[in-house]
């Protein structure tokens, strides 16, 4: 048995949620799109299918699709029977499928390099090994900045999350948002989460909700127009949110939306955290609005469930995220510890 399946029976036996996995002789992923009601797992032989399945949402999060990257990766260094070209144009094709997170585009340019420098005769067994380390690595990180985000989590705190930035966006403990509420949650804190729906592919409802109960930590379903109401009246007193991408400065792009809880969460004095990883930062990045936002079809927003909730003739626009300004950011938690202001120096802790 080598050493992916090796660890894939660790992973099953330590109950992590993962979103993708290894078989013997394919790739298992689940199908998000039908959670929570129905647990269908795709089974991927191809790159293009996987590629289809990023670019569909049936596999989304930022961690989660980086982790796709590398088995992407690794399933077209295995068809390619050692053809490098084969596997640097495989890179090409997951990388286009979804534009935002940062973290499958790195992964991906990573391990394109790392096939130029693997020999021809190791191929698949040395881009084997590297695809553990940073499966293994991605694991770590999620787990590393729970411990540290649980420090900022108090017993009695009712925390606002958006979207769904948890285990199945990730390695399957938390992901990032979820694994610093998990943590403070199995630290035995006695916490509350509000978490939003998520227009319009209803991530929050769907997902994060499904995910709250499986880990047993108290939660309540809001939809997103009402977090400032909430803050105001103090049912919320924190927010923690996940990440697509960071800029060099701290700004964070994030489900749109996001902005929107950080406003009014600066508005009521509440502090207001991302989690995320160094894979996530974007050091080539300066500023969060110079990002190339992704817009997703307007029938995302103009259907539910498949079906029209207009009329025919409306119009509708989906930019899948927004950003928030480094300066209604307490702090963003990481694998490295939570790094606070000014984040244009603090950051370059994570720069590796
Ligand atoms: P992690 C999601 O986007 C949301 O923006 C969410 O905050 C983030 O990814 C979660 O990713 P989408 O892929 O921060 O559902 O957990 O469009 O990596």
């Given amino acids: 048995m080598n050493r992916l399946l090796k660890l894939t029976q660790q992973w099953k036996a330590d109950n992590l949620l993962m979103p993708i996995w290894v078989e013997e002789n394919h790739l298992c992923m689940i199908d998000q799109r039908k959670l929570p009601h129905k647990t269908e797992i795709l089974e991927i032989t191809q790159v293009d299918q996987l590629a289809k399945g990023i670019k569909d949402m049936a596999i989304r999060g930022s961690g989660a699709i980086g982790i796709a990257g590398v088995y992407g990766m690794l399933l077209a260094s295995r ?11 495989a890179g090409k094709k997951l990388k286009s499928t979804r534009p935002t997170a940062v973290n499958l585009s790195k992964t991906v340019d990573n391990l394109s390099k790392f096939a130029e420098s693997c020999s021809e005769d190791r191929f698949y067994e040395e881009f084997m090994e590297k695809a553990c380390d940073v499966l293994e690595e991605q694991l770590n990180f999620e787990k590393e900045l729970g411990r540290y985000g649980a420090e900022i989590i108090n017993d009695g705190d009712s925390i606002l999350t958006h979207c769904h930035s948890g285990a199945l966006a990730g390695s399957g403990f938390g992901g990032r948002a979820l694994s610093v509420i998990r943590t403070a949650f ?44 909430l803050m105001r009246i103090g049912k919320i007193n924190k927010v923690v949110v996940g990440s697509d ?4 400065n701290g700004d964070l792009i994030n489900k749109v939306g996001t902005y929107m809880h950080a406003l009014a969460a600066k508005e009521n004095g509440i502090p207001f955290y991302t989690a995320t990883s160094s894979h996530t930062i974007d050091f080539s990045l300066e500023r969060g609005m110079d990002i190339d936002v992704e817009y997703r079809p307007e029938y995302e927003v103009t259907h539910l469930d498949g079906k029209l909730i207009t009329t025919e003739n409306t119009r509708a626009l989906y930019p899948a995220f927004d950003v928030t300004p480094n300066e209604m950011i307490n702090g963003i938690i990481s694998e490295e510890g939570i790094i606070r202001a000014p984040y244009l120096t603090q950051l370059l802790r994570l720069k590796k």
Avoid: W
């Fill in 79 to 89: 068809i390619s029977g050692g053809k490098k070209e084969d596997v640097i144009l």
């Fill in 245 to 248: 991408r960071v800029a060099s």
């Fill in 186 to 229: 199995l630290e035995g804190k006695n916490i509350h989460v509000y978490c939003c729906e998520t227009r319009p592919y209803l991530q929050g409802a769907r997902i994060t909700a499904y995910e709250l109960e499986k880990f047993g930590i108290p939660h309540t379903l809001i939809t997103d127009g009402m977090s400032g109401y």
